[in-house]
């Protein structure tokens, strides 16, 4: 199992591409509660930002 991500820049904000790759076979479940898991990670990033720099996103 390997994970690969990357940062880029995209029309003045950050973009995140994660790459996940296994031999294990991922259904529509386990990659929907990934992405859902990821989408809450980055919420909370994004809270604690703005609290801590005041940041907008």
Request: proline fraction near 0%; hydrophobic fraction near 30%.
């Amino acid at each position: 199992m390997a994970h690969q991500s990357d940062l880029s820049e995209e029309e003045g904000q950050t973009k995140v591409t994660l790459n996940h790759s296994s031999n294990e076979k991922i259904d529509a479940k386990m990659l929907n509660d990934m992405e859902q898991g990821w989408n809450e990670s980055f919420d909370k990033l994004n809270e604690y930002l703005k609290q801590k720099f005041g940041m907008v996103g």
